[in-house]
């Protein structure tokens, strides 16, 4: 089995708890015989951070990742954050594509499935690749969000489509699970 991570909620190899469940499925995933990639398609790190997560690529404890948006500081205009993130989008697809080439991507598990132009982009990979889809949830979607108009769309975006595209959602608790299931 061949398994992608991807999404835009963790920062890797070091960061919070996010990064923690990342590193644990992909050990439980390789664990259990799969190959698991980690791609992050936005910068993670700022001038508080320091030298965390210095690598743009590498390996670390068997588990190949690469911030496919070239560059690990965030940026410090929102134009420029706008263009790292759709750069990394794209060279996250692209490199997802060669890992294809290579072994056939069997699984794409995406954080971060709320914002509607993370979704749609994997959700096209996803079925171009013939891989299935999969959303984690560790925390009730859109709770911490001011609830304007574009936040509305977004949640009916996520409750009406991404919710129904998606192949499974991976969820920490009951609660959850009796929300998305």
Same mark, same amino acid.
């Given at each position: +089995?061949?398994?992608?991570?991807?999404?835009?909620?963790? /920062?890797?190899?070091?960061? $919070?708890?996010? $990064?923690?469940?990342? +590193?644990?499925?992909?050990? @439980?995933? +390789? *664990?259990?015989?799969?190959?698991?990639?980690?791609?992050?398609? %936005?910068?993670?790190?700022?001038?508080?951070?320091?030298?965390?997560? /210095? *690598? !743009?690529? @590498?390996? *670390?404890?068997?588990?190949?990742?690469?911030?496919?948006?070239?560059?690990?500081?965030?940026? =410090? $205009?929102?134009? @420029?954050? #706008?263009?790292?993130? #759709?750069?990394?989008?794209?060279?996250?697809?692209?490199?997802?594509?060669?890992?294809?080439?290579?072994?056939?991507?069997?699984?794409?598990?995406?954080?971060?499935?709320?914002?509607?132009?993370?979704?749609?982009?994997?959700?096209?990979?996803?079925?171009?690749?013939?891989?299935?889809?999969?959303?984690? %949830? /560790?925390?009730?979607?859109?709770?911490?969000?001011? =609830?304007?108009?574009?936040?509305?769309? +977004?949640?009916?975006?996520?409750?009406?489509? $991404? #919710?129904?595209?998606?192949?499974?959602?991976?969820?920490? /608790?009951?609660? !959850? *699970?009796?929300?998305?299931?």
């Amino acid at each position: +089995m061949n398994v992608i991570i991807t999404g835009t909620g963790f /920062s890797f190899p070091d960061g $919070t708890g996010a $990064t923690a469940r990342v +590193m644990s499925f992909a050990k @439980g995933l +390789m *664990h259990h015989g799969a190959t698991v990639h980690v791609f992050l398609p %936005k910068p993670t790190e700022n001038e508080t951070t320091g030298e965390r997560n /210095s *690598h !743009l690529q @590498g390996v *670390h404890e068997g588990i190949p990742f690469e911030y496919t948006c070239g560059q690990r500081l965030v940026a =410090k $205009t929102r134009v @420029g954050a #706008l263009f790292l993130y #759709l750069r990394g989008l794209w060279r996250a697809c692209q490199a997802i594509s060669r890992v294809h080439q290579e072994t056939p991507v069997d699984a794409i598990i995406l954080w971060y499935a709320e914002h509607p132009t993370n979704f749609v982009v994997y959700a096209i990979l996803a079925k171009a690749l013939g891989a299935v889809l999969v959303a984690e %949830k /560790s925390e009730f979607p859109f709770v911490y969000y001011q =609830k304007t108009i574009a936040v509305r769309l +977004m949640i009916w975006f996520y409750e009406n489509v $991404t #919710l129904r595209i998606l192949d499974g959602v991976i969820v920490i /608790s009951r609660f !959850l *699970h009796e929300y998305f299931f």
